[in-house]
């Protein structure tokens, strides 16, 4: 049984005047601690089915099962990153990444410990006290990390979390999450629209095409590509060929759809 199994998933979004078809007929599977990746056109669905794995939508037909347990609401045990970091201006980083245990009444000296920790690790002992405000766009983003971990959560859905940062940010922090995520065995879903970021980072590629969004064709990253860190794994001689196989589908799948 996979851990995470989506099962025929359809959604349509209704508006007062129409519908849209935003996804159609998604089955496929992801392995406890396997890294995924969506790429696909824009408006081809691939916001909606995290949405639907995170349980802030209801899929008009089909399932989401992780760890066998049909998702039907947002639970902590789903994390998720986004593009914005979403961090508290008025709060602390450390008080930020506390702020889930906080409210949920669950904060312990231990999880305070783990907070300043896992900054520390992640290169923020200097601002563990500093407003988000004080941080560049790469220590805001790597905080957001930080605080998504701490909920300890089965999956993690990221959500073109690199794509507001300069290229050199966005390199040094898909090394770190990758690093980090390997380290805690986490299972992942990243939606992106950098074929070359999806390769660095992923064992498996989703493409999707759109109206309404179905899967279009998948790809296996190499083994030796996987055991290598994302900015290794670009270096490397294989990465160009699956980049250009890549590529060419997606353009041929364009191509269809603006004939
Ligand atoms: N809240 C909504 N109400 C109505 N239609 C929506 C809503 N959200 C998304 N859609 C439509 O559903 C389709 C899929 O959108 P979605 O944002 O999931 O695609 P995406 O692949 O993530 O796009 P992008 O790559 O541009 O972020 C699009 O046609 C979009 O216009």
């Known amino acids: 049984m996979a851990f995470l199994s989506i099962d025929n998933v359809s959604h349509q979004y ?10 159609q007929s998604i089955s496929l599977s992801v392995e ?9 056109p824009s408006g081809c669905g691939k916001s ?6 995170a349980g802030i939508i209801t899929p008009t ?3 989401v099962r992780v760890n066998n347990t049909t998702v039907q609401r947002p639970s902590v045990s789903i994390g998720y990153m986004l593009q914005q970091d979403y961090l508290f201006p008025w709060k602390t980083i450390v008080d930020n990444v506390l702020l889930g245990p906080h409210i949920k009444g669950t904060l312990t000296n231990g999880l305070q410990q783990l907070a300043i920790q896992s900054l520390t690790e992640i290169g923020l002992e200097d601002v563990l006290h500093a407003y988000p405000s004080q941080l560049s766009g790469g220590m805001r983003q790597r905080a957001a990390l930080v605080r998504t971990l701490m909920t300890d959560p089965h999956i993690l859905l990221l959500d073109e979390p690199f794509s507001a940062l300069d290229y050199q940010t966005k390199l040094k922090l898909e090394d770190l999450v990758s690093n980090t995520l390997k380290q805690f065995n986490k ?21 999707f095409s759109a109206s309404p969004g179905s899967v279009f064709s998948s790809f296996h990253v ?12 670009r270096q490397h001689h294989d ?10 589908e997606l353009n041929s799948l364009e191509s269809s759809t603006n004939r």
Do not use: C, R
Request: aromatic content about 12%.
């Open 32 to 40: 406890e601690g396997q890294f995924i990746s969506f790429i696909g």
């Open 239 to 248: 990465f160009p060929a699956l980049f250009q196989h890549i590529w060419e």
């Open 14 to 23: 209704f508006t007062k005047m129409n519908y849209t078809k935003a996804l």
């Open 187 to 207: 299972t992942s879903i990243l939606v992106t629209h950098d074929i070359g970021e999806a390769i660095a980072m992923s064992d498996k590629i989703y493409l």
């Open 61 to 63: 037909e089909g399932s």
């Open 48 to 53: 909606t089915l995290l949405s639907i794995i």
């Open 222 to 233: 190499p083994e030796n590509l996987q055991q290598l860190t994302p900015f290794e794994a």
